[in-house]
């Protein structure tokens, strides 16, 4: 190797990671094979209403891959200086790669659900001479969840330089849940009503947690209806989230973030010799805690509806939202780089980079993980109208809109709030309006109607581009004269 002027050679091995493009385009298929069986009994106890049930399901995935090298005979290649990993190759070279293109099956998963649940209710009685019946229901729910992960170790083996699968990789999981809950139906006058409920549930890997929720329902006239209600929730990861295969790959050709100041705010790279391809790692993550939400609802209802020909009915609904995953974010390790444009190019929740051996070198974590809050409010509007043809048939027509006062999230805890309404952050924009405007005609055996989509405009990733507000539509004709032809 003759270097550049200026640079002296020093004796030792360089690493060398080189993309094999003259191999062709490669191919990950999934054949997902899933079976269900579910037994399930009814019926009455004295006053009590009783449903019980037992469910097993099974999900088995092959992954299977094509387009990729046998690692052995690319070492091969590299050695006897067919391949070269700096430019163009020669036909040899070529011919090499293409000799060393193989496929088989990879990985193989297996996922394991085996369920029971049971639950009574039963009236209660006019408690509050409302003309309606207090009722209340009780119930319990028992789960078990098996996964397992494996590679298929010979086949693994000649391409783990290519795939970055462990070809000894095995990974297993195990969870137990079991739940109790109750709810309790208290109407106090023909118009208001009263409901609460509390759930219970204990995980066997993440202790337990008790989540309740509380509403109010208020119906003065056929044509007004108001309701409200607060709850807590609770979502655990999946044991896929937690035990996946761990494996290391490359991302795609992104920009520097160091070296490229203009790349940090939006995906352009205004320098070719800025260009990057990193290491990134997916799979599974130990270290996952669940997710916790609390949510605020106060929606109003307001409907007008008659017999045919005539009908509608307007409603709204104004939500307050907020989740608060626990994972504390580690953004004092040194020498890591804030990247989180790279993470949105992979359309994953990533603002880090974590260290390898040395202090130079490094890789994106894509695993998934707890990040910060998401606070949400806005309202939900819905109208529709229906309108009797006579012979001519029937026509429909519809109003869904969408108004979101505030969203808002972080991409670590703790960090600092992005506001997300009227901009591209993060995986897109927030639309502040949106509206979908239907109308739909049925006659005998023929069809027809279309929609219109609305969004407002919004700041671009280049905040100095501006989208402006922009309608899509889509139209259809339906024709069912034969039976089972439509």
Known sequence: MTPRPGVTLQPGFITVKWRALAGGQRTNISDNKQQRVVAMLDGFLGDWDY?????????????????????????????????NPFGDQTAEGAAFIADAITSGN???????????DGKVSRELGDWFGSGRKSAIALGAEYRREDFKSAANTPFAELVQASTGVDPTSLSEGTRNVSALYAELRIPVSKALEFSAALRYDNY?????????????????SKALLIR????????????????????????????????????????????AELQRAVQVQYGGNTDLQPEVEELHRGPWCLSRRRTSPWGGS????????????????????????RAVHQAQRLGRPVDRWLLLPGTDCGYLDARTQNLGGTNTNGVDLSASYMMSLGSMGKVAFGLNSTYVDKYEYQNFANGPWIQNVG????????????????????????????????????IDQDPENTVSAYETMSIYVAWSGMKGLQ
């Open 106 to 116: 990879l990985q193989n998963h297996t996922g394991k659900v085996t369920s029971w």
């Open 228 to 271: 409200s209600s607060y709850s807590t929730g609770f979502r655990a990861p999946s044991l896929y989230d937690i035990n996946a295969t761990p494996y290391y790959t490359n991302t795609g050709t992104v920009s520097d973030p160091v070296n490229c100041p203009a790349a940090r705010r939006f995906q352009q790279v205004r320098h």
């Open 204 to 220: 066997s890997d993440f202790s337990s947690t008790t989540n309740p929720r509380f509403s109010v329902r208020y119906q003065p």
């Open 423 to 458: 901009r591209y952050e993060g995986s897109g924009p927030i639309f502040r309006w949106q509206h979908a405007l239907s109308a739909n005609w049925t006659g005998g055996s023929w069809a027809a109607g279309g929609v219109i989509h609305s969004k407002s405009g919004y």
């Open 314 to 337: 307007v409603v709204g609904q104004a939500d307050r939202h907020h989740r608060q995953p626990v994972l504390q974010h580690d953004s004092g390790r040194s020498g890591s780089v």
């Open 51 to 83: 449903q019980t049930a037992v469910s097993y399901n099974e999900n088995k995935v092959k992954e299977n891959i094509t387009g990729y090298t046998d690692g052995n005979l690319i070492t091969q290649g590299m050695l006897n200086g067919i391949i």
